[in-house]
């Protein structure tokens, strides 16, 4: 029989060896237990019975009130896979709310599992393999995550007009980012990046349109918000709600010293109050 304090001494030796089993030191014991409850969550409420629109939207409502939290994947030294339930920000926010989705909606819900769909889902033909795998601008994610299978881009069929980026923000400001700053190397992998970004056809809604085509927007579909901010393609990101008033209103991670909240208007209202908020890019989750 093992006594106590050995039974301990193992339990801590297997978190240990558990969580560095893809990377090291990426997420922490409370963000396992966060995960447990979600998953516990999903099936005291049949989620995984219901579409994977209907999934994300309750996976996303479940984190209101979680606190905003800037730069959680930027981490010292090489790329790993960071997980942080416990701080959000937009894109962090969207990409769990998928995931753990996707996971519901196949069964495949071990901790083990959701490192794995997050992992196919974060990086480059769902591989890690250094700072420019990891798909930084929201144009390659949507590009990316379409050859995946994971999403499609219904942007066009809605009433989508062309939009062309012209992206260079990452390459002509290192100094924002501690990776490419320290490893020069980089810069000419993510200045590629973009010039591909900038050879495909994107579609997007003007933002003076969105309430016209608000009735063809799903609850869970994924609203990317264009930007008009100098080589920049996306300002925000987040899941549209349906909610009583038959509007689509925006489930998001907002910024800095706010939580994860619906906005109190509809999409097309919060649109207008942010002067570079151009317009949206939807994109619907894929079975």
């Known amino acids: 029989m093992l006594n106590n304090a050995t039974k301990i001494l193992l339990s801590l030796i297997s978190f240990v060896l558990f969580a560095s089993d893809i990377q090291s030191q990426i997420f922490s014991e409370e963000d396992i237990k966060i995960f447990n409850r979600k998953i516990s969550f999903a099936d005291e409420n049949e989620l995984s019975k219901k579409p994977i629109n209907e999934i994300i939207v309750e ?6 009130g979680t606190e905003y939290a ?9 790329e790993n896979l960071v997980i942080n339930f416990l701080g959000l920000d937009c894109t962090t926010f969207l990409e769990t709310s998928l995931t753990l989705a996707r996971c519901i909606e196949k069964g495949t819900t071990k901790f083990q599992d959701y490192q794995n769909e997050l992992t196919f889902l974060r990086y480059r033909d769902g591989k890690i393999d250094k700072y420019p795998s990891r798909l930084h601008y929201f144009s390659d994610w949507i590009f ?7 999403v499609k881009d219904v942007t066009k069929e809605i009433g989508g007009e062309l939009i062309q980026f012209n992206l260079n923000f990452m390459t002509e400001n290192p ?14 992998v993510i200045r590629k990046q973009e010039k591909d970004i900038n050879s495909r ?15 063809k927007i799903k609850t869970g579909d994924l609203i990317a918000i264009t930007s008009s901010v100098k080589g920049l393609d996306i300002n925000h990101v987040g899941i549209a709600v349906k909610m009583d008033d038959g509007k689509i ?17 509809p999409l097309h209202d919060y649109l207008k109050k942010i002067k570079k908020h151009t317009g949206i890019i939807v994109l619907r989750a894929l079975n």
């Open 59 to 64: 996976i996303g409502k479940s984190f209101i």
């Open 144 to 150: 990316n995550n379409q050859q995946k299978n994971i």
């Open 201 to 215: 056809n994107y579609y997007y809604i003007p933002k003076a349109k969105v309430e016209s085509a608000e009735n």
């Open 70 to 78: 800037a730069h959680t994947l930027e981490k010292d030294g090489d």
């Open 175 to 188: 100094e924002y980012y501690k990776q490419l700053e320290e490893n020069p190397d980089f810069i000419p």
């Open 249 to 265: 209103h925006f489930l998001h991670a907002p910024l800095v010293g706010s939580k994860v909240q619906i906005t109190p208007e």
